[in-house]
């Protein structure tokens, strides 16, 4: 199977997510009408909006916000701000977060949105502007009840202040359960910014340990250097794993017995790039920091890095999505023949959603909990959601993304069912 190219010479998001959707629906012999709710996304909202630059002109943007389903729950997702954002992106991820709020058994529905913006040609007073009017256009969507944002790429704690501070202001009072992943001075949680990766690192034990990779001297790639793929290889370099690549959109870098990621860290923080690090052995290109020899490939940053292109010379006995949607369908199809397994973003990834929800959970309390038990319970939760992908794949034979979907698609069919449809 090729992949189907999109306008940008990828493929299409959500042709890839429906692709998905369909296989995972014929094994589980879903029936027709379930098929066709869950087919569709349930609102896609669309906003033009001026923002006034600086210099006194007024910039038009593009924003999205897509809720894909809510029947168990509110809906949940990130906002990301890229300039090379579309409808079908934001539908697909939204489709994704329904599935991976169901695969963790967390009563939360899936959602989408950002905006079509590179945010690093905006001065910091246009990023707060360009936010509080995106928040005040999608604000018939959002609510603690309805629809909580919260960090994807390129925005972080400081863009969910202000959309919880927008909303607030709109509604008289504060309500910090609007927005999940803000910081602790608002109602945030302890460990929401570690939980994306956290919750790789688990994945990541658990299918090595299955796969029988040993960790400790293990060598392994990360793309994308940002809040999530940033955060892996720490944690990776305090298990005794040799991180020996990691790349973001400046290219990568290299070393056979492990980079130093806290100097990578600070080197970054200094220049806004990996390369260049003067800890390196080489530097690489981005697209052969992917191919590099390694136990255990990472994406942790963007959609559509795996493809039919290159998945053919991935040299890595085992793949942990980090980022969402980074491989293609047919990249999949190549890694299932060339027997590497593949641990589903959806799985891998769900920690971020799991503490956005604790995150939710104390703000609707006004009762917070401390970092030992968010760990407890996230752990918990991701134990129990691997388990169940993992005995889902063994009882019909499938592989873990498969599996993953089925487990979700099924609890979202069982939760339709039982409420039936309105009127
Ligand atoms: P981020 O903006 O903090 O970091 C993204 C990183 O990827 C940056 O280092 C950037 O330079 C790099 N990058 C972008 N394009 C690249 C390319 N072509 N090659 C190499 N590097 C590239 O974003 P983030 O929050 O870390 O998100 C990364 C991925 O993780 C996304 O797919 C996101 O949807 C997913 N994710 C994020 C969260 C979260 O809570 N932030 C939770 C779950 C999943």
Redesign the pocket.
Known sequence: MGDHPSGKGQPNLWTTALGQFDAAADRLSLSRNVRAALRMAERELIVNFPVRMDDGDIRMFTGYRVQHNITRGPAKG?V?YTDDLTLDDTRA?AMWMTWKCAVMDIPFGGAKGGVVVDPHTLSARELERLTRRYATEVSILIGPNSDIP???????AQIMAWIMDTYSMHQGYSVPAVVT?KPLAIGGSEG??E??ARSVMMALRRAAEDAHIALKGAAVAV????????IVAEYLRGEDVRVVAV??????VYHRDGLDIPALLRH?RATG??SGFAGAQRELS?AE?LEVECDVLI?????N?LTSENAGRLQTRLVVE?????TTPAADETLRARGIPVVP?ILA?????AV?YFEWVQDLQSFFWDEEEIELKLDRVMDLAYAAVQRTARQHEVDQRMAAQMLAIQRIADSTDVRGIYP
């Open positions: 990130g990301r991820l919260a960090p994807d790429i390129n925005t972080d992943g929401r910014n939980a994306p793309q994308g250097f940002g809040h999530v793929g940033g790349s973001d959109t400046s290219g990568g970054k790039k990996v981005g920091t994406p942790a940053a963007r959609e890095q980090a980022a969402n949607g980074p973003d990834n769900a920690g971020g959603v956005s």
